[in-house]
T-cell receptor
Framework: GQSLEQPSEVTAVEGAIVQINCTYQ??????LSWYQQHDGGAPTFLSY??LDGLEETGRFSSFLSRSDSYGYLLLQELQMKDSASYFC????????????WGAGTKLIIKP | NAGVTQTPKFQVLKTGQSMTLQCAQD?????MYWYRQDPGMGLRLIYY???????DKGEVPNGYNVSRLNKREFSLRLESAAPSQTSVYFC???????????FGQGTRLTVV
């Protein structure tokens, strides 16, 4: 089956840089995505990597290594508003391409 | 640009009552999903519909039924609500070939 693993919680300081890792196991790979969810809100799309390398979108970057089945989300210049849960997700070709989600990483930012 | 619209936003049910959660998307997406999220946990797939006319069970389908009414609408029905179904329910949609999914604002359901 398909599975993703990510840390349950990460703590960082405002203004710093933090990396949230995700490892996955899939029978076929169709890209790795990242979502952000604030408490009480809905998940919102952040980034998508289909090829190896780094994708940058403002303060957020996402990296993928297909050979290592590994990716990470990098958040720079952390702000208090970045306090949220972050989920990685892949598509499962064995189940009609339904989305498979990691359990989420809660990012705690301290002033 | 509405995106994904879910109704209702909040609901309190008594054990044994039934209800239907409605979801509609205006992005012409083929795939639609229903998830539940319990406090401090990730998303668990209840049912999904890869395209109009098809539905499939996800990870936690027991106690739920779905209907893909047309390409836009995907409803979730609880026939006999139980306290274990207290959760936040999210509807989402996406294209089959892409991973980017768009979510509704969620339905906070409490079963007493």
């Amino acid at each position: 089956g398909q599975s993703l693993e990510q840390p349950s919680e990460v703590t960082a300081v405002e203004g710093a840089i933090v990396q949230i890792n995700c490892t996955y196991q899939t029978s076929g790979f169709y890209g790795l995505s990242w979502y952000q969810q604030h408490d009480g809100g809905a998940p919102t799309f952040l980034s998508y990597n289909a090829l190896d390398g780094l994708e940058e979108t403002g303060r957020f970057s996402s990296f993928l290594s297909r050979s290592d089945s590994y990716g990470y989300l990098l958040l720079q210049e952390l702000q208090m508003k970045d306090s949220a849960s972050y989920f990685c997700a892949v598509r499962d070709p064995d189940s009609n391409y339904q989305l498979i989600w990691g359990a989420g990483t809660k990012l705690i930012i301290k002033p | 640009n509405a995106g994904v619209t879910q109704t209702p936003k909040f609901q309190v049910l008594k054990t044994g009552q039934s209800m239907t959660l409605q979801c509609a998307q205006d992005m012409n997406h083929n795939s639609m999903y229903w998830y539940r999220q319990d406090p401090g946990m990730g998303l668990r797939l209840i049912y999904y519909s890869a395209s109009e006319g098809t539905t499939d069970k996800g990870e936690v389908p027991n106690g739920y039924n779905v209907s893909r009414l047309n390409k836009r609408e995907f409803s979730l029905r609880l026939e006999s609500a139980a306290p274990s179904q207290t959760s936040v329910y999210f509807c989402a949609s996406s294209e089959i070939s892409r991973t980017e999914a768009f979510f509704g604002q969620g339905t906070r359901l409490t079963v007493v």
